[in-house]
């Protein structure tokens, strides 16, 4: 029985005279293979990588129509359009469509004269349809964008979870779950809710080497984006990521006010001026988008230089996913990302707020945690990156900090300094009267409760003030202090802050950007 070979061929003909590609990039031939001959497979590879070849040239190769299952209708309508400028009988079925419309395509199908049918989740999952699919010869199912059936994930969508049937009601029929976010327990829940256990994996290495890394603490906001636009991406086109509708607004008219070419976007905008804002963003050269999250999923623009994050993201993943964006074409690009203590707070009192259950707050703080390790990372971006997308690699030389080493120093000393002042204060004030504590400022607050008489007045007059808030809010980000959110962010010492304070273990820490861009001026201390 001699199966592989032919396929083979004859996907590399299709790649060729179908797609004007010369050869196959990555395991694209591998799993179009083990698809074209029946397999499961699942796929991750980054954003860009080429997925739409490893379900097209199968569907293509095998008899009968490719379903193809997608989130986003524009999306669908894009890839139908390319599909069928290339000669490729592909059609969409989806809510945009007219009944007339909906009805064409339906003949096409029974008539067996489509190749690819994208169809919405909700759409292939209702009664009827599962019935009219009964009726026909079925080449692949496709399911774009699998981690939507995460619902840790930040683009979960319910209707996902239930595409399951296609496995129980075609059991036949081979299935490819596509996605580009690759932590290891968003595949794992792939796996199991798309009951692809079975599956062979395909892991493409998530690395964008030419993605440049910078995490930096944020001081004032816009005129640190503005610098980073002025000084390094002047005339290029970028995303900004902001977490609210009202910072998206401002921050896009500060921008255009100081003459860049900013534009807003967000799910609170009316869908006409969204559309002409992603239009013009797409069209035009050196569009700067101010997006919320909802800007970007499916966007293919290959010359994005930068993506930056005003504020935190969700996770990792979301992170990896939004700068992600940028240098789609491979030329250098950057991801920036600018953050305070504020973030941590508002982001941890997001989840101890929240409707989750118990065990989801685990994961989400679990989430947070590995994100703000990365943020407070002293070694390279890219090896925490890709370790938490479960890849081992070497220092990059292409972030922040393999570009700008000898930043670190130890800051066990002045860590446990901040830890016994917080103490010796009675674990009920925040960070800037345990700065006026350890610099030994006698404000009317460090009088009135005498603060003044405790042995750690004054200890910390050597360290700026911007270090020892840097180094506080490390200290929050990594478990070492614990914010009272309730109680107007007053810290305490957590129980994993007993190794340090005793000596046990030391503690690195970056110092602050002071200055954006090459060049940190080094604060005292
Ligand atoms: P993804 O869905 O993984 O983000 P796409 O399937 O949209 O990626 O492919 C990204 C780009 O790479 C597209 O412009 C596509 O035409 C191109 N591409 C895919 N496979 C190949 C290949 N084998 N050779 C050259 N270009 C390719
Ligand atoms: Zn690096």
Same mark, same amino acid.
């Not at 059609?91 to 096409?108: C, F, H, I, W």
């Not at 296609?166 to 596509?178: G, K, S, T, Y």
């Not at 009920?428 to 030994?440: A, E, M, S």
């Not at 690195?508 to 604060?523: D, E, F, I, Q």
């Given at each position: 029985?001699?199966?592989?070979?032919?396929?083979?061929?004859?996907?590399?003909?299709?790649?060729?005279?179908?797609?004007?590609?010369?050869?196959?990039?990555?395991?694209?031939?591998?799993?179009?293979?083990?698809?074209?001959?029946?397999?499961?497979?699942?796929?991750?590879?980054?954003?860009?990588?080429?997925?739409?070849?490893?379900?097209?040239?199968?569907?293509?190769?095998?008899?009968?129509?490719?379903?193809?299952?997608?989130?986003?209708?524009?999306?669908?309508?894009?890839?139908?359009?390319?599909?069928?400028?290339?000669?490729?009988?592909?059609?969409?079925?989806?809510?945009?469509?007219?009944?007339?419309?909906?009805?064409?395509?339906?003949?096409?199908?029974?008539?067996?004269?489509?190749?690819?049918?994208?169809?919405?989740?909700?759409?292939?999952?209702?009664?009827?349809?599962?019935?009219?699919?009964?009726?026909?010869?079925?080449?692949?199912?496709?399911?774009?964008?699998?981690?939507?059936?995460?619902?840790?994930?930040?683009?979960?969508?319910?209707?996902?979870?239930?595409?399951?049937?296609?496995?129980?009601?075609?059991?036949?029929?081979?299935?490819?779950?596509?996605?580009?976010?690759?932590?290891?327990?968003?595949?794992?829940?792939?796996?199991?809710?798309? @009951?692809?256990? &079975? !599956?062979?994996?395909?892991?493409?290495?998530? +690395?964008?080497?030419?993605? *440049?890394? =910078?995490?930096? $603490?944020?001081?004032?906001?816009?005129?640190?984006?503005?610098?980073?636009?002025?000084?390094?991406?002047?005339?290029?086109?970028?995303?900004?990521?902001?977490?609210?509708?009202?910072?998206?607004?401002?921050?896009?008219?500060?921008?255009?006010?100081?003459?860049?070419?900013?534009?807003?976007?967000?799910?609170?905008?009316?869908?006409?001026?969204?559309?002409?804002?992603?239009?013009?963003?797409?069209?035009?050269?050196?569009?700067?988008?101010?997006?919320?999250?909802?800007?970007?999923?499916?966007?293919?623009?290959?010359?994005?230089?930068?993506?930056?994050?005003?504020?935190?993201?969700?996770?990792?993943?979301?992170?990896?996913?939004?700068?992600?964006?940028?240098?789609?074409?491979? @030329?250098?690009? &950057? !991801?920036?990302?600018?953050?305070?203590?504020? +973030?941590?707070?508002?982001? *941890?009192? =997001?989840?101890? $707020?929240?409707?989750?259950?118990?065990?989801?707050?685990?994961?989400?703080?679990?989430?947070?945690?590995?994100?703000?390790?990365?943020?407070?990372?002293?070694?390279?971006?890219?090896?925490?990156?890709?370790?938490?997308?479960?890849?081992?690699?070497?220092?990059?030389?292409?972030?922040?900090?393999?570009?700008?080493?000898?930043?670190?120093?130890?800051?066990?000393?002045?860590?446990?300094?901040?830890?016994?002042?917080?103490?010796?204060?009675?674990?009920?004030?925040?960070?800037?009267?345990?700065?006026?504590?350890?610099?030994?400022?006698?404000?009317?607050?460090?009088?009135?409760?005498?603060?003044?008489?405790?042995?750690?007045?004054?200890?910390?007059?050597?360290?700026?003030?911007?270090?020892?808030?840097?180094?506080?809010?490390?200290?929050?980000?990594?478990?070492?202090?614990?914010?009272?959110?309730?109680?107007?962010?007053?810290?305490?010492?957590?129980?994993?802050?007993?190794?340090?304070?005793?000596?046990?273990?030391?503690?690195?820490?970056?110092?602050?950007?002071?200055?954006?861009?090459?060049?940190?001026?080094?604060?005292?201390?």
């Amino acid at each position: 029985l001699q199966l592989s070979p032919a396929p083979a061929h004859a996907a590399l003909e299709i790649l060729q005279r179908v797609y004007g590609h010369e050869r196959f990039r990555g395991r694209q031939s591998d799993i179009i293979d083990h698809v074209a001959n029946g397999g499961d497979a699942l796929v991750l590879m980054p954003t860009g990588g080429g997925k739409s070849v490893c379900y097209q040239i199968p569907a293509m190769l095998r008899d009968g129509v490719g379903i193809v299952v997608s989130p986003l209708i524009a999306l669908m309508h894009d890839q139908v359009a390319a599909l069928q400028q290339m000669g490729v009988a592909a059609a969409v079925l989806n809510s945009s469509l007219t009944l007339d419309e909906m009805r064409e395509v339906e003949g096409q199908l029974r008539r067996g004269a489509l190749q690819l049918l994208y169809v919405a989740p909700e759409r292939l999952l209702t009664p009827r349809f599962l019935d009219l699919l009964h009726g026909l010869k079925i080449a692949l199912f496709a399911i774009d964008e699998a981690h939507c059936v995460s619902q840790w994930g930040h683009d979960f969508r319910p209707e996902y979870i239930q595409l399951s049937v296609l496995h129980q009601q075609f059991p036949n029929v081979p299935r490819i779950a596509l996605t580009a976010t690759a932590d290891r327990e968003t595949r794992e829940e792939i796996r199991q809710r798309l @009951a692809l256990q &079975e !599956a062979e994996v395909y892991l493409t290495s998530f +690395d964008r080497p030419n993605i *440049r890394y =910078r995490v930096t $603490e944020r001081t004032d906001a816009k005129r640190q984006l503005l610098a980073l636009i002025e000084g390094e991406h002047k005339g290029e086109a970028g995303i900004v990521y902001c977490q609210s509708r009202k910072k998206v607004e401002e921050t896009a008219v500060w921008l255009a006010a100081k003459g860049i070419k900013a534009l807003p976007y967000h799910a609170g905008m009316d869908a006409e001026k969204r559309r002409r804002n992603q239009e013009r963003f797409l069209r035009e050269d050196g569009v700067v988008m101010v997006a919320t999250i909802a800007f970007g999923m499916g966007i293919d623009k290959p010359d994005v230089r930068f993506v930056a994050h005003l504020d935190l993201p969700s996770s990792i993943e979301a992170y990896y996913q939004e700068t992600g964006r940028a240098g789609r074409d491979g @030329a250098p690009a &950057e !991801a920036w990302l600018a953050f305070g203590l504020a +973030d941590v707070v508002l982001l *941890r009192r =997001r989840i101890e $707020e929240s409707e989750l259950s118990d065990q989801r707050k685990v994961v989400s703080r679990r989430k947070l945690d590995s994100l703000l390790a990365f943020c407070e990372a002293t070694t390279c971006r890219r090896v925490a990156l890709l370790a938490y997308l479960g890849e081992t690699s070497q220092p990059c030389g292409n972030c922040d900090i393999c570009l700008e080493p000898g930043d670190t120093w130890d800051a066990t000393v002045a860590a446990q300094k901040l830890l016994s002042a917080c103490w010796r204060t009675g674990q009920r004030f925040g960070i800037g009267h345990l700065i006026d504590v350890l610099r030994g400022e006698t404000t009317e607050k460090v009088t009135r409760f005498a603060h003044e008489q405790l042995p750690v007045f004054g200890i910390g007059r050597d360290v700026d003030t911007q270090v020892w808030k840097t180094l506080g809010r490390q200290l929050v980000s990594l478990g070492y202090l614990i914010v009272d959110t309730e109680q107007f962010n007053t810290l305490a010492v957590s129980e994993t802050a007993r190794p340090l304070l005793k000596g046990e273990t030391t503690f690195m820490m970056r110092r602050p950007t002071v200055k954006m861009g090459r060049g940190n001026r080094r604060p005292r201390g």
